[in-house]
T-cell receptor, first 109, second 114 residues
Framework: QKEVEQDPGPLSVPEGAIVSLNCTYSNSAFQYFMWYRQYSRKGPELLMY????GNKEDGRFTAQVDKSSKYISLFIRDSQPSDSATYLCAVNTGNQFYFGTGTSLTVIP | NAGVTQTPKFRVLKTGQSMTLLCAQD?????MYWYRQDPGMGLRLIHYSVGEGTTAKGEVPDGYNVSRLKKQNFLLGLESAAPSQTSVYFCASSYTGLAALEQFFGPGTRLTVL
């Protein structure tokens, strides 16, 4: 069983839609939860990270963690064509990082 | 600043050949990482380093060796390449502590082993 499971999609939405991306993880020892964005043929870049259960907002992006159910979510409001990318969830404990397989998102103008 | 650079960008090897991938960063980061990315498997950590002269195993270290002789460089070696090592390899670097959550990735090296 992988440490982090993520629905690969692909996901296609119209511009302006609310997008929900989800991951589950297996180990309650994981301390931090991250979302990275990866454009085609580029390296990933950090969007945001959270530590505790609850929500964290950054502009149009909201990260949510539910430690009781080991569930991680990323919501994108008012989605834009420039949001078209692959979104990777990640967890860590110490110096070990585990990434999900990524969800491919396309926002159609 | 160039950020994180990787050399080469593309490479084709035959089974059994060896090669070294070079990662360089100019951000004075302490931590450096090597990942491989495969369809359906996501990004997987191969090896990492928490400082000059140190290395440690990640999730999938078999078949790879690494060295961190200088703080700004992290080398990934394949001694005897196998087709299963066909992948896109990413190097990343970060500061320490909580800042380690933000890893800065290079553009990747696409390796094909025939």
């Amino acid at each position: 069983q992988k440490e982090v499971e993520q629905d690969p999609g692909p996901l296609s939405v119209p511009e302006g839609a609310i997008v929900s991306l989800n991951c589950t993880y297996s180990n309650s020892a994981f301390q931090y939860f991250m979302w990275y964005r990866q454009y085609s043929r580029k390296g990933p870049e950090l969007l945001m990270y959270t530590y505790s259960s609850g929500n964290k907002e950054d502009g149009r992006f909201t990260a949510q963690v539910d430690k009781s159910s080991k569930y991680i979510s990323l919501f994108i409001r008012d989605s834009q064509p420039s949001d078209s990318a692959t979104y990777l969830c990640a967890v860590n404990t110490g110096n070990q990082f585990y990434f999900g397989t990524g969800t491919s998102l396309t926002v159609i103008p | 600043n160039a950020g994180v650079t990787q050399t080469p960008k593309f490479r084709v090897l035959k089974t059994g050949q060896s090669m070294t991938l070079l990662c360089a960063q100019d951000m004075n980061h302490e931590y450096m990482y090597w990942y491989r990315q495969d369809p359906g498997m996501g990004l997987r950590l191969i090896h990492y380093s928490v400082g000059e002269g140190t290395t440690a195993k990640g999730e999938v270290p078999d078949g790879y060796n690494v060295s961190r002789l200088k703080k700004q460089n992290f080398l990934l070696g394949l001694e005897s390449a196998a087709p299963s090592q066909t992948s896109v390899y990413f190097c990343a670097s970060s500061y320490t502590g909580l800042a380690a959550l933000e890893q800065f990735f290079g553009p990747g090296t696409r390796l094909t082993v025939l």
